[in-house]
């Protein structure tokens, strides 16, 4: 299982970026895909996640409304697009396999992550 997230770079507040993350090894479509982000002197923030069963979307607080997951399983590539972006979104977003626990969500098998920067 590889996963590989690309499509950071440096933005202005208010902008956006498309993340893309591909598989490898294996179909998306076999698990459950999302996304956690980490910043600097902060802990792991789980950002997204899309169920394969029944398709339902998790967002953490932060950022619903202005990120979208979506997946093109003809691709194999998963996508966060990230809109309004704001400064506090800076981290390295990785793409990984998510799963629903009662406290919330695991992220796990994770591959190299993608650096966001939003200026103010």
């Known amino acids: 299982v590889q996963l590989q997230a690309s499509g950071g770079g440096l933005v202005q507040a208010g902008g956006s970026l498309r993340l893309s993350c591909a598989a490898s090894?294996?179909?998306?479509?076999?698990?459950?895909i999302g996304w956690f982000r980490q910043a600097p002197g902060k802990e792991r923030e789980g950002v997204s996640c899309?169920?394969?069963?029944?398709?339902?979307?998790y967002y953490a607080d932060s950022v619903k409304g202005r990120f979208t997951i979506s997946r093109d399983n003809a691709k194999n590539t998963e996508y966060l697009q990230m809109n309004s972006l704001k400064p506090e979104d800076t981290a390295v977003y990785y793409c990984?396999?998510?799963?629903?626990?009662?406290?919330?969500?695991?992220?796990?098998?994770w591959g190299q992550g993608t650096q966001v920067t939003v200026s103010s």
């Open positions: 090894g294996f179909t998306l479509d076999d698990y459950d």
């Open positions: 899309i169920s394969v069963s029944d398709g339902n979307t």
């Open positions: 990984a396999i998510c799963r629903k626990e009662p406290y919330g969500y695991e992220y796990d098998h």
